[in-house]
């Protein structure tokens, strides 16, 4: 019964074995394991070869030419391009070449040129210096045309007293279809008294006015279209071309108005100086400035971009300007000339071996004369509006708590006070 058992057991194994499809694997004895480790080791060293070969194989076609993988993925990165809609707010770059024709995207420079020619624009400077300085011819000369009050006015020297009373006139130039409202605000006493103590107070305030008359117009609830602008976007100042170091009338004067406005600086008549006193004399000014925290134009932290300072360096290496003005016209070899005729010679205002007028010219008009008016509303009029703006919510705020009624019936500051003292008694 046993052995027929047994009979049974040996025939039902191997058939399920085969049922389940499983192989009878016998165990490697110990002696064949090392050979089976060292087979796995050579087949993995086998894959590290073949590998390596592909690799350096690539490499080769590479170099040859064959396969480009940079090239293909860069092509992927031309092809998609980002769209805000799909990306979640990433925005792509499109480029002239990518589009599939002329869009006309160029034309808004034109339609902005055409809308400023017809409006025209506003430039308003001041001159400030002693009598004699040549204000009025200088300003002349810059745009070639009798601008200055004192060339508009007969009797100029019986109707204008010399005192510290600013007077302004306008003009409109226009050229090549360019119109430009040019105000000259000139100062005919300053610095011609004896006792000239706070003679740059009524500069000080006309800048200021300027400013509080465009913050008026701004703060209307129905405003103008366009707000004519008063504001002083430049002021050249007149130094005597003494050969000595600043005056101290001249330090004060532009110590305080370099805060408000773009201060010039520019040496008159600079043809009664030499040319050894005229370098000696413009480095002892440019010391003068540096030593007492003097700003002027143009500032190095108003420099946007490389190429702005690299301009602006070689502007702030001439400053000041030693300019010569005059409105009459000379020969010189044949042409005429802008010039100051003597016994030796012309001096040729625009000459640049002569003096540097073409310089302080380029500067005012031909480079920087919207970054003149941008520095003014940005820079000056906005510190202006934010000082003027905190102290009227100050005045505001203060009417509301002196004008606020208290809990026993009195106003103002007194009733706070009264009834924190009553409540300490309390």
Same mark, same amino acid.
Request: with cysteine.
């Given at each position: 019964m046993?052995e027929?058992t047994?009979k049974?057991?040996?025939?039902?194994?191997?058939a399920?074995m085969?049922?389940?499809?499983m192989?009878e694997v016998?165990p490697?004895?110990v002696e064949?394991?090392?050979?089976?480790?060292?087979? =796995?080791?050579e087949?993995?060293?086998?894959?590290?070869?073949d590998?390596?070969?592909?690799?350096? /194989?690539?490499?080769e076609? +590479?170099m040859?030419?064959e396969?480009? =993988?940079?090239?293909e993925m860069?092509?992927e990165v031309?092809?998609?391009?980002p769209?805000?809609?799909?990306?979640?707010?990433?925005?792509g !770059?499109?480029?002239?070449h *990518?589009?599939f /024709? $002329?869009v /006309?995207?160029?034309? =808004?420079?034109?339609q902005?040129?055409?809308?400023?020619?017809?409006?025209?624009?506003?430039f308003n400077i001041?001159?400030v210096g002693q009598?004699?300085?040549g204000k009025s !011819?200088?300003v002349?000369?810059?745009?070639?045309s +009798?601008?200055s009050r004192k060339?508009?006015s007969?009797? $100029?020297e019986?109707?204008?007293?010399?005192?510290?009373?600013?007077q302004?006139?306008?003009?409109v130039?226009?050229?090549?279809?360019v +119109?430009?409202?040019?105000?000259?605000? *000139?100062t005919?006493?300053?610095g *011609?008294q004896?006792?000239?103590?706070?003679?740059?107070?009524?500069i000080?305030?006309y800048?200021?006015?300027?400013y509080?008359?465009y913050l008026?117009?701004?703060? $209307?609830?129905?405003r103008k279209?366009?707000?004519?602008?008063?504001r @002083?976007?430049?002021?050249?100042?007149f130094?005597?071309?003494t050969g000595h170091?600043l005056r101290p009338?001249d330090v004060?004067?532009?110590?305080?108005?370099g805060?408000?406005?773009s201060?010039?600086?520019v040496i008159?008549?600079?043809?009664t100086l030499?040319?050894?006193?005229?370098?000696?004399?413009?480095?002892? @000014?440019?010391?003068d400035?540096k030593?007492?925290g003097i700003r002027?134009y143009?500032?190095t932290e $108003?420099?946007?971009?490389p190429?702005?300072?690299?301009l602006?360096?070689?502007i702030?290496?001439?400053?000041p300007?030693?300019?010569?003005?005059t *409105?009459k016209?000379h020969?010189v070899?044949g042409n005429?000339v802008l010039?100051?005729?003597t016994?030796?010679?012309?001096i040729?205002?625009?000459n640049?071996a002569h003096?540097?007028?073409?310089?302080?010219?380029d500067?005012l008009?031909?480079s920087?004369?919207q970054?003149?008016?941008d520095?003014?509303?940005?820079i000056?009029y906005?510190?202006?509006r934010?000082r003027?703006?905190n102290e009227?919510?100050? !005045?505001v705020h /203060?009417l509301a708590?002196?004008c606020f009624?208290?809990?026993?019936?009195?106003?103002g500051t007194?009733?706070?006070?009264d009834?924190?003292e009553s409540?300490s008694h309390?």
């Amino acid at each position: 019964m046993r052995e027929d058992t047994t009979k049974v057991l040996e025939q039902e194994i191997p058939a399920s074995m085969e049922e389940r499809g499983m192989e009878e694997v016998e165990p490697a004895s110990v002696e064949d394991k090392p050979a089976a480790e060292k087979a =796995v080791e050579e087949g993995e060293a086998q894959k590290t070869e073949d590998s390596t070969a592909q690799n350096k /194989g690539t490499e080769e076609r +590479k170099m040859e030419g064959e396969v480009d =993988v940079e090239g293909e993925m860069e092509g992927e990165v031309e092809v998609v391009t980002p769209c805000p809609t799909e990306s979640h707010g990433l925005q792509g !770059t499109i480029k002239g070449h *990518d589009l599939f /024709g $002329y869009v /006309g995207i160029e034309a =808004v420079l034109d339609q902005m040129r055409r809308k400023t020619m017809k409006a025209g624009f506003e430039f308003n400077i001041m001159v400030v210096g002693q009598s004699g300085l040549g204000k009025s !011819t200088l300003v002349n000369t810059l745009f070639k045309s +009798k601008v200055s009050r004192k060339s508009c006015s007969p009797n $100029y020297e019986e109707k204008i007293s010399k005192t510290v009373k600013l007077q302004s006139v306008s003009h409109v130039i226009e050229e090549k279809g360019v +119109k430009m409202k040019l105000t000259v605000i *000139d100062t005919p006493g300053f610095g *011609d008294q004896i006792n000239n103590e706070n003679c740059w107070e009524p500069i000080v305030s006309y800048v200021n006015d300027q400013y509080e008359r465009y913050l008026k117009e701004e703060l $209307y609830v129905n405003r103008k279209p366009r707000i004519p602008d008063t504001r @002083v976007h430049c002021c050249v100042y007149f130094l005597p071309a003494t050969g000595h170091w600043l005056r101290p009338i001249d330090v004060e004067f532009m110590k305080r108005l370099g805060k408000i406005v773009s201060i010039v600086p520019v040496i008159a008549k600079a043809d009664t100086l030499t040319m050894e006193e005229r370098l000696e004399f413009k480095q002892r @000014v440019r010391q003068d400035l540096k030593a007492n925290g003097i700003r002027v134009y143009p500032q190095t932290e $108003y420099d946007e971009d490389p190429e702005d300072r690299i301009l602006n360096d070689k502007i702030r290496e001439n400053i000041p300007f030693a300019v010569v003005g005059t *409105d009459k016209e000379h020969q010189v070899n044949g042409n005429k000339v802008l010039g100051r005729k003597t016994k030796w010679g012309i001096i040729e205002v625009e000459n640049v071996a002569h003096c540097e007028f073409t310089n302080l010219r380029d500067l005012l008009i031909r480079s920087h004369l919207q970054d003149l008016k941008d520095v003014t509303h940005n820079i000056h009029y906005e510190t202006f509006r934010v000082r003027r703006l905190n102290e009227s919510n100050l !005045t505001v705020h /203060g009417l509301a708590l002196s004008c606020f009624p208290m809990e026993n019936g009195t106003h103002g500051t007194n009733g706070t006070s009264d009834r924190s003292e009553s409540e300490s008694h309390l």
